[in-house]
């Protein structure tokens, strides 16, 4: 089992920043890769950004290309998500997800196999 602990969220005016940590404990070898998602009330959860634990490559939504980050710190089995330029259209329950994934990058929901239990991110205008 892995658990997925999520901090940082909370209520930023837009064109601020905040950043998001995701703390994992258990077998953490086995996954892969790890992810950040959103849910807004009444949609469906999208992908935000992933991250490959070996080479750290990354790939992120286009919602969110060039004001949000996703970075990793091996020795300490966290994952943060740096969000800059917030928009009132990013405020949703953001969750952190780890997953094996036997092919690159993924943001797709059925891929990730462990999920946190969320933090709250809302953006006013």
């Known amino acids: 089992q892995v658990q997925l602990v999520e901090s940082g969220g909370g209520s930023v005016q837009a064109g601020g920043s905040l950043r998001l940590s995701c703390a994992a404990s258990?077998?953490?070898?086995?996954?892969?890769?790890m992810a950040w998602f959103r849910q807004a009330p009444g949609k469906e959860r999208e992908g935000v950004a992933t991250i490959f634990a070996g080479s750290g490559s990354t790939y992120y939504a286009n919602s969110v290309k060039g004001r949000f980050t996703i970075s990793q710190d091996n020795a300490k089995n966290t994952v943060y998500l740096q969000m800059n330029s917030l928009k009132p259209e990013d405020t949703a329950m953001y969750y952190c997800?780890?997953?094996?994934?036997?092919?690159?990058?993924?943001?797709?929901?059925?891929?990730?196999?462990?999920w946190g239990q969320g933090t709250q991110v809302t953006v006013s205008s």
């Open positions: 997800a780890a997953g094996a994934l036997d092919y690159g990058l993924s943001l797709k929901v059925a891929d990730f196999g462990y």
């Open positions: 258990g077998y953490t070898y086995t996954y892969n890769s």
